[in-house]
């Protein structure tokens, strides 16, 4: 093969496809998205999916809600069908503090994001069969939700193919050419396919594909494990997502009778995307079950269906690299999104197909920029480091 394209994306994970979608739509030329692999098989196909603007920082608000909107409307904005429920998310806290809640609750006034502050009292309405220490609260979010991760990146992908993409899957990036400081082409598996614009939407890989141009990213792969067990008696089907900080874990339903449940933040484990060990310990189910139970004493004796353990692409302040980087010229980044990228990146892909083809932003990315601004401090909920 020897082609030609005025975009190139590497990587078909979420990102990598929201962008070719949103790319492909400016009409501002022809966009290639390479996947070594096929869509979604890397972290983004284990990815939890929730989407809620639980953040501190305007940009990441401003994302989630605008793919709230996306997600809410997929059919007539995307095409097809994502997997998208909205049953609201629930985070237990014991006060009403940025640090507990993870968030801003001033931001969400100024923002319009709907939130409702439960009191003790009404904490089991939102949180089926727990028990709460007397000095727990709750904050809601009834427009939160999951979406499945796979149909997402795929009508993202069929979406963009019919916007004018062309979608390559099996072909991994072997090299990028470089002539007096511009990008020049990429080669590939299948061939050499020239274009000024390469962007980095590799994920779990964009080190080694930065590295290709000479470009040292801080990003590290880390494992991280997840439980799924049979939910409970009585668990209703369609009930909140529940973020649980005393216990320091997320649950929420996996298809009407499975659960998923995994720990907040991360924990250092390297690992190589690929080529690591993706089951998930009987220590680990254990503690994971541990914690589910600590809330709700029914999970105890719910059986375990599986697990299995993932990638995050972890950056060390926990916030992700996104735009261009000091390296040649036509190469952009999208990546390092440390566990936090699936909820974001219908929009993210909107605001960086805007910035690539030189149109008003409708949300502004610079807190994203690498080399980071001085200001810019570690994600709040990447501080917990799990066990
Ligand atoms: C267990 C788990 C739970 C999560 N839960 C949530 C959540 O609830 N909410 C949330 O917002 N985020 C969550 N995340 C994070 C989110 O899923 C990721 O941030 C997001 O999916 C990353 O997508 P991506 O497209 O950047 O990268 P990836 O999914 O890593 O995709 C990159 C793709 O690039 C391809 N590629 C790499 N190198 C090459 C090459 N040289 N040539 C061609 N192709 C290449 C790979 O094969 C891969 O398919 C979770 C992540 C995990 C692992």
Same mark, same amino acid.
């Given at each position: ?23 492909a739509s ?48 997929w059919?007539?904005?995307?095409? =097809? ?9 629930? #985070? *237990?806290? %014991?006060?009403?503090t940025?640090?507990?809640? !993870? &968030? ?43 979406a499945d ?6 009508t ?18 072997t090299?990028?050419?470089?002539t007096? =400081? ?7 598996s299948?061939? #050499? *396919?020239s %274009? ?5 939407c590799a !994920? &779990?890989?964009s ?7 000479g470009?040292?990213l ?16 009585g668990?209703?089907?369609?009930a909140p ?19 998923r ?31 589910s139970?600590?809330r709700?004493p ?13 990638i ?51 949300i ?17 909920d990447?501080?917990h480091?799990?066990?």
């Amino acid at each position: 093969m020897n082609a030609a394209a005025d975009f190139v994306i590497v990587g078909g994970g979420v990102h990598g496809a929201s962008l070719a979608f949103h790319l492909a739509s400016t009409g501002a030329g022809s966009v290639i998205l390479l996947e070594q692999h096929t869509l979604a098989s890397g972290p983004t196909g284990r990815s939890g999916a929730m989407i809620r603007p639980l953040f501190t920082e305007r940009a990441y608000i401003e994302l989630v809600t605008a793919a709230t909107v996306m997600f809410e409307e997929w059919d007539v904005i995307v095409g =097809g069908d994502a997997g998208y429920r909205q049953p609201g998310f629930v #985070r *237990i806290v %014991s006060e009403w503090t940025d640090d507990q809640l !993870g &968030a801003d609750l001033k931001l969400f006034e100024k923002l319009g994001v709907r939130h409702d502050r439960i009191s003790q009292s009404d904490l089991s309405q939102y949180v089926p069969l727990g028990t709460f220490h007397d000095d727990e609260l709750g904050l809601f979010l009834p427009d939160g939700g999951f979406a499945d991760p796979v149909w997402t990146t795929r009508t993202l992908a069929r979406a963009a193919e019919q916007a004018g993409a062309t979608i390559m899957e099996g072909v991994a990036v072997t090299g990028v050419s470089v002539t007096n =400081g511009r990008i020049q082409a990429v080669e590939t598996s299948a061939g #050499r *396919i020239s %274009s000024p614009v390469v962007v980095n939407c590799a !994920g &779990a890989w964009s080190r080694d594909l930065a590295r290709m141009v000479g470009v040292e990213l801080p990003i590290e792969d880390h494992r991280t494990p997840t439980a799924i067990l049979y939910a409970p008696e009585g668990y209703p089907e369609g009930a909140p997502i529940q973020s649980d900080v005393r216990n320091k874990v997320y649950m929420r339903s996996m298809g009407a009778n499975l659960l998923r449940v995994a720990h907040f933040g991360w924990h250092p484990d390297l690992a190589n995307p690929d080529d690591f060990d993706e089951t998930v310990s009987q220590e680990q189910l254990r503690t994971l079950r541990g914690a589910s139970h600590q809330r709700a004493p029914s999970m105890r004796f719910t059986p375990v269906f599986g697990g299995f353990s993932a990638i995050y692409d972890m950056t060390p302040d926990g916030h992700p690299i996104v735009g261009l980087v000091d390296g040649p010229d036509g190469f952009w980044c999208n990546c390092g999104w440390s566990g936090n990228g699936f909820a974001s990146a219908p929009a993210v892909g909107r605001s960086l197909a805007q910035l690539i083809t030189q149109q008003p932003l409708d949300i502004d990315l610079s807190f994203f920029a690498w080399p980071r601004r001085d200001d810019i401090t570690v994600r709040p909920d990447i501080q917990h480091v799990h066990q």
